[in-house]
Structure formats: C-alpha cells, structure tokens
C-alpha cells in the first residue's frame, strides 16, 4: 500500500442527532443540529471549518449544506456512496487533511426519509429495461439470501437460523434500550422476534432494521492542532472502501456466505491500521446490521468469528455487551434505523464516545451504563447496495499509540 | 411432401375447481378450469407451447411465426414477433397475427400449411392462445379456461400431412366482442346452436369429405370444437360420430380456450394417433375451417413433447376464488405500501432486446464461461467476468437451459398482484448465472438445489405497454 492514513489525522469534535421518525425536523434542521453538536464538542465556530464533505442519499450538491449553516463560499462536496455515503464523506474529508491542504474540516451525513408516506425504501430503480427485469426488487430480498444459504450451507434447520439472527436483533436492542438518541428504545424479548410477521423469507421484521431521519458530523483537523486542544482526541487508524463489481448474481463463485468486498476491505483496513487479529485486538464495532443475518455474515468476514462459527458467538454472547468483543454498542442500525447518508456518521459518533468514556453522555436515565472499559480500537463498517453487490467501508479508528 | 412436423401445447399449471367458483356464487360447479397466472397472457402461453413445440429444433430454421388469439394484449403492436423474439425466431421471419374470431387457429394452419405448399416459406411455427375473461358468476366464468397450441409446418420429416379443407364463412354473431368489452356477448343461445353450430360445422365437414371422396367412416378422430359438452354431444349424436372417432375437447378439464381449442384438441388428437390414421378438423366461429389430416409413419418420432397430456399432468389445484380474481384484476385492491414502480423504456427496452425477449447472455471466446450480464443499467457485458477480455464474447442463449437454485427468498414487501414474489438466484446448467423471479411454485417447495426451468413472463406494465422477461419455474417432469 504506497500511503496510510494511519494516526495522520485526528478527530477534534462530532456531533449527533437524535435518531428516528422525526416528523419534527426537515433534513436542514438535522444538519444543523448535528453540525452545531461537533463545533461545540470541538471548541471551535463554524467560521473556522476550512472545507466540508456532505455525505446524503436524497440531496444534491452542497448547497444541501451551505444553505441552512449559511457556510460563505467554503469547498463543499456532496459525497453519494449508497449505505457508505457518510463513511465516504468523512474519508475523503481525512485524505483533504492528511494531504496537508486544510486543517479544519467538516464531515456531515444526513438523510430524511419520514417524509415520504412509505415504511421501507423504493425500489431504488431508475427506469430502463434491466430495471424492468430485476422488477421491484426490495433489499430485504436480496439479504434474506444470505440466510437461505448460510441455514442451508450449515444445516442449521429453519427453528436454528432463526433462533441464530434473532439473537443479533435482540442483543441490539437490549443495548439501544440504553441510548435516548436511538429511534428505537424498547427491549425486545427473543420469542417476539423469531415469531414476528415475514417480510422476506426467512426475515421477520425484527430482522430488519427502519429508516429513520437522522444526521450525525465529525470536525476533523491534524494531529497537532488536535493534541494542542484536546486532551484525548480520537486517532484514524484506518479507512477504506471496496466497491465489489456485482459478482453475486452474474458469478457462480460467489457463494451467498460471505460479501467478498468486506473481506477485501477488512483486510486492507487491518493491514493499515497493522492488526493482525482482530478477534482480540478490536475493542468494538459498529457494523452494518441492515438485516440480522447481515451482520452475522459480517462478523465472518471481518474475522471477528471462524468460518462458519458465527453462531456459537452468537448464542454465547461474545457480542454482547458484556462480551468479549461487543457490536452495536449504540443499539446499531436495528435500533436508530438507517438514514443512509448519516449512519456511517452516527456508528463513529459511538466509537468516538466510548474511546474518550463519554458513552453515557447519551444513557437513557435508570439503565445501567453502556460505557466499556478501557477500549483501544473501535471498527465501523458499512454495506451498501445488497450482498450480490456493494460498496463497502471498514474504517478504524482509535486512541493515541493503539 | 409438406405438412406438421411437430407439434406442442401449453396449459397453465393452475386449475381452479368449478366448485370452488359455485362456493362463491351458488349453483354447482363440476370439473375445473385451467387459469393462466397472474403474468401469463397469449404472447407468453404462445411462447411456452412454441418452446414445447421446438423441444430439440432449432428456432432459427422456423422462417414465420402466425399467432392466433382473441385475446390480444394490444390493439397495435405485433404479438407474434414478440413471441418469435422470445423464441428466437429469426429477424427476417414474415410473421402475423390471425385475430378476431375462434376460428383464427384454424386460419393460421390453412395459411401456414398453404405457404409451405406454395414454397414461399421453409418452415412456419402456428401457435394459438386464448384467455377469455368472463364475468363474474356468469356462464362464461365456468365455462371459459386458458391454454395453447403449437404446430411447426415445414417439408423434412412430415408427420402429419393437409389432404384438404373447406371453410364456411358466414357472419353468424352469436359471440362477440367490441373494442371496449371486457366481456363476451351472447345473442340467445338457441339461435346460435339451431342456426349456427348445429349446421355449419356439419356442412363445412360434408364439404371436405366429398371434395376429398372421403367418408366419416375413413376418419380415425374427429375434432370437433365446441363451446359446451351438450350442444357438443348433440352435434356428434347428429353427425353419427363413434364414440372412439369423437376427440376430447377438453371442456371439462381445461375449459373453453376460443381460438386455441381447435389447435389443443389436433395435438391431443396427435398424441395417440397411429400412422395412416385421418384426422377431422372442424373449428366454429363465424362459419367453420374443416380440415382432414393424414397421419404418416414419423408421427412416433415427434411425440417426445409435454403436449396436452403431459401439461394436463403438471398442475396445482387453486383453491382460492379471491386469488384467481386478484390476478384478472376483477376486484378492487387496497394501494399497496409501496411507491409506484418506474415506467419502463421503450428504447432501452429497445436495444436490450436480445437479453430481455430471447435470453441471450454471451460466452467468452477467450476463456469459454457463460455469462448472464444482468444489471441495472444494461445487459450487454463488455469486460468478461472471469478473465477481463474485452468485447471478446460470442452470444450464448439461457432461456432453453435449466437451472440450479444457489439462493432464493419469498418477498412479502414488494406487493404485486401475487404476494409474496419469489426471487431465486439460479445457476444455469453449463454456466452462467442470473437472478430471477420463481413463478408456478409452492412456499415450502422451495430449496436450494432444486432444478427450475426457464418460462416466459409478463414484468410490469406502464404507459399501456408491457414488458416481458423470463422468470424460473420447477422442472416437474
């Protein structure tokens, strides 16, 4: 790899909003929220930010941005990258950084879906006659393949994968009970789960996360002026992205076990960040829990769990919580929902948090803490698309010398 | 020589009990009525006899397509070089649609049979479709069922030949349909069977056989088209039909398929004749085709087909009155939950032809895989899967190739007129894979590793037009 972001940038402040159906707040509203939360978390005024990288699925350029923070005549990109947008904004806002061009920038995501009388997304399709024969796919389709193979592929009988999936739901909502900024704030017992109405064979509801509005923003600035301001500032350990060429429905080598481009972009970002076993060295993880079976096929891919064991990690609690390597520490997508263009924003707002201790800044008063002890290095990833094909982030980020 | 050299037929794999229809609307039903699905119309029924038909032919050789139906999906736009598209008939094929009447089978034959005569086509592939919609609780509604035909005429290998037809025309409206109906009309039944079918299919045989110096005696089956089993029966008991000489119409276990009756009742004539045999035509709409058949020693050879007989095997008993009327779109239904989905492009729908009618995928001539270049924006791959040659394909066809199921889920979100909508990614036998909606199939049938076949389907419709791509069905024979 001839470059590595690796401790080259620091995060000075983020921000976030409250997560859900939020018939209260247009997408301006959220941005300005969210961006006003990182500039005081920052210590610094937005006459300070230099640049800014817009991350939004709905919007379009960065006038979306420049509009309500009236930001005079900065650089704005508006970064789309499906279920990656966010992550991608921030990545590139790193790289403008660590280029040595600006020193203060911002990465804000945002998407406000509530407005758009449905439950779910589109069919995403734009017209033309492949759309017309892939006719009105929905994404819960295309995830539910997943668990049809890895049930048939590891004999689980049906009553077992579900058992299996539905314990990834519940564990995050038994975590996003904690969190007042989650959509979602219910415990969710696990026989109301497996037995929930289907939306796509073999996934109930509770295997699927909402959408939801939301927007969430990191100030981003360099090593230096970070150390210079703040005591514990937030270090990028790695970030990368795998955009796969849509291999699972042309390829018969793809396997519909695993996403190649979380493989790929994992194992890229380990290298970057030099891990070499991220089953021990990672503290925890935000992953992209669209559907449930999604993020069990994630922990494979990102090594957290041997080929094929996921689900004896599952059933023992090694995510959990109290476990050895916990995933949606916040409650995940299956609790805040998914406004695409904010929820890689948002799984680093948690990362963030927990690294400097301040994870119960947001904990819902008369639950136990949701604070871990002494994390090193959270991972968050993103999937976006479906498993046929995606474009993937893995990112690492971490405290000083991890 | 000219004449049949093979033929096949297509009866949809649902069958709704007449029963189930009295339950709704009283009185007693006896029987049951084949019902085409909810993304089935003539152009996709005449694709699935005609691929039927072809089994082992190849389809560039057949030079026009005549498509015979009432039920046409457009009042402009060839439903016959759809379907030979999707046959992958050949560009330069004279093809036409014989509409309008019941008796458009029957014409189509005569003409086909007729240009291979004259020498000005080679082969000619004849199918006939039909779906009739009747009102509900009316007659029509028990009577009317669904199915196809297919007939190849050409010169090699003959099976059946035309020794000679007589037609009747004449303008006796006791059936009808105008532009706008949705239904079919009825002068009072007593007319149309003392005036017309009591008469004019008997006259047009008579004239047949003595133009030809025949008898009813020399004719092994008599194929006798008829809108019901006693009017039918009253007709053969006039015209001294043996029991063993009288073919199945099919009334009772397919129901009244209109234009494609005469053509399914030939075929299942065809299926047990024995050389030598003579075979009687008579089709009734508007005037009667009369037609006599002679059967040759080749016959054994091209009955490796589902046919009638097979297809009346192949079946899944609908149980359901309200599913049958949600896919006629006979009863209103709540919105669905979901946003419209975007028109279809008739220009890209255009230049993505050869994927979207026929299946064609390419294979790579540098590495040998078949591949099917399924995306959202185009389906014409330029950079091989495999080994990353540019442009180095040949074509290479999916639709005749069976398949494998590696993964597949049943949608309940996205709605439709058929909830819930199987989605299968499939393997094809050979190479090559694709993602496809799985039609004709139980929930709880559905495996990985299951063998499916490929059957042509309408998609969406949009804008008045709609599109047609293929989906899997379980391989059941």
Redesign the interface.
């Known amino acids: 790899m001839p470059g590595s972001i690796r401790d080259r940038v620091a995060i000075l402040g983020m921000g976030c909003t409250r997560f859900g159906e939020r018939w209260d707040a247009s997408a301006a509203d959220l941005l300005v929220d969210s961006a006003y939360k990182a500039f005081e978390d920052a210590g610094i005024g937005p006459e300070e930010i230099q640049a800014a990288w817009l991350g939004t699925t709905t919007g379009s350029t960065g006038m979306v941005l420049s509009e309500p923070l009236r930001l005079p005549y900065l650089p704005i990109t508006r970064c789309e990258n499906a279920c990656a947008t966010a992550s991608d904004a921030f990545r590139n806002a790193c790289y403008a950084v660590a280029a040595g061009i600006y020193d203060m920038v911002l990465a804000i995501g945002v998407d406000k879906f509530k407005d758009s009388g449905i439950s779910g997304l589109g069919d995403g399709g734009s017209p033309g006659p492949s759309h017309a024969m892939v006719a009105e796919s929905t994404p819960p389709r295309q995830f539910a393949m997943l668990a049809t193979t890895y049930f048939n592929r590891y004999g689980l009988s049906y009553e077992e994968g579900k058992h299996m999936i539905g314990r990834v739901s519940w564990k995050s909502h038994q975590n996003g009970v904690r969190n007042k900024n989650a959509h979602f704030q219910q415990p969710v017992d696990l026989d109301t789960i497996i037995n929930a109405p289907m939306v796509a064979w073999p996934l109930g509801l509770y295997d699927c996360c909402g959408v939801s509005d939301g927007s969430a923003a990191a100030i981003i600035t360099t090593p230096e002026i970070a150390k210079a301001r703040k005591k514990d500032p937030v270090f990028v350990k790695a970030l990368q992205i795998a955009m796969a060429p849509r291999d699972g429905n042309f390829n018969t080598n793809f396997d519909f076990l695993h996403v190649e481009a979380t493989v790929r972009a994992a194992e890229r970002a380990y290298e970057e960040a030099g891990i070499k076993n991220p089953r021990e060295e990672i503290s925890m993880a935000e992953v992209h829990d669209c559907f449930s079976i999604t993020e069990a096929v994630t922990m494979e891919d990102l090594r957290f769990s041997p080929r094929g064991k996921v689900r004896d990690d599952i059933e023992n609690g090694f995510f959990d919580l109290d476990g050895k390597l916990p995933v949606q520490v916040d409650g995940g997508l299956k609790c805040f929902g998914h406004p695409i263009g904010a929820s890689g924003l948002r799984m680093l707002y948690e990362m963030y948090l927990q690294l400097q201790g301040r994870a119960d800044e947001l904990l819902n008063p008369g639950y136990p803490s949701r604070q871990l002890p002494n994390p090193k290095l959270g991972l968050t990833h993103n999937l976006g698309g479906s498993p046929d094909g995606c474009a993937i982030f893995v990112g690492i980020v971490g405290l000083e010398g991890a | 020589m000219a004449g049949i050299v093979s033929y096949g037929a297509y009866v949809p794999y649902y069958r709704l009990p007449r029963a189930v229809i009295a339950d709704m609307w009283g009185g007693r039903g006896r029987g049951e009525k084949a019902v085409a699905g909810f993304d089935e119309d003539p152009i996709t029924m005449s694709v699935a006899a005609g691929l039927d038909c072809l089994k082992g032919i190849d389809p560039r050789t057949v030079d026009a397509l005549f498509l015979a139906t009432t039920c046409s999906p457009y009042k402009e736009r060839q439903n016959a070089t759809i379907a030979a598209t999707a046959l992958d008939i050949k560009r330069n094929a004279r093809n036409a649609d014989f509409a309008n009447c019941l008796r458009a089978g029957t014409s189509a034959l005569m003409s086909a049979d007729d240009a291979i005569k004259a020498g000005s086509l080679g082969q000619v592939l004849v199918t006939a479709a039909d779906m009739r919609l009747g009102g509900a609780a009316g007659e029509d509604e028990q009577a009317f069922g669904d199915g196809a035909a297919a007939i190849l005429f050409g010169h090699d290998n003959v099976a059946v030949e035309i020794e000679g037809s007589y037609t009747i025309s004449e303008d006796l409206a006791d059936y009808w349909r105008a532009q706008d109906d949705t239904f079919v009309r009825h002068w009072e039944d007593r007319f149309g069977r003392e005036e017309g079918y009591m008469k004019i299919p008997q006259e047009a045989a008579n004239g047949v056989l003595k133009k030809l110096g025949l008898e009813l005696k020399d004719i092994a089956k008599v194929c006798l088209t008829g809108a019901n089993a006693r009017t039918h029966a009253a007709l053969c008991r006039k015209m001294k039909l043996t029991p063993e000489q009288t073919q199945d119409t099919y009334l009772d276990n397919i129901g009244n398929t209109g234009t494609a009756q005469s053509l399914m009742m030939l075929v299942g004539a065809l299926e047990e004749a024995k050389p030598g045999d003579r075979i009687l035509l008579i089709s009734w709409g508007n005037g009667s085709d009369a037609i006599v058949f002679k059967v040759t020693d080749q016959i054994e050879n091209i009955k490796n087909k589902r046919g009638i007989k097979g297809h009346l095997q192949i079946k899944k008993i609908l149980n359901s009155y309200g599913r049958y009327l949600r896919w006629r779109e006979m009863v209103s239904m709540a919105p669905p ?3 419209p ?5 008739m220009s ?2 255009w ?2 032809h050869a ?2 009618l026929p299946l064609y995928g390419v294979k790579c001539k540098k590495c040998g895989t078949p ?9 014409r791959a330029h950079v091989c ?2 080994c990353h040659a540019k442009d180095e394909f040949e074509p290479y066809r999916f639709a005749d190739k069976q398949g494998t199921v ?11 007129i058929d909830p ?2 199987t ?1 299968a ?1 499939i ?1 094809f036998d050979g ?5 496809f ?1 799985m039609v004709d199939r139980e ?1 709880d049938e559905c ?3 299951m063998k499916v076949e490929m059957t042509f389907r309408k ?2 419709y949009t804008l008045g037009a709609h ?1 047609y ?1 293929w989906k899997c069905k379980p391989v059941r024979d």
């Open positions: 939950a979901r946003p989905a975007g028109a279809a492009s890209a729908q230049r993505e994927t979207a591949q099917l270049y399924l995306s959202h924006s185009s389906t899967l495999e590696t993964s597949f889920s049943h949608d309940f979100l996205a709605g439709g819930p909508t989605a990614v393997d190479g090559g894979r694709g993602q909606n929930q495996k990985v590793g998609m969406r599109t791509f």
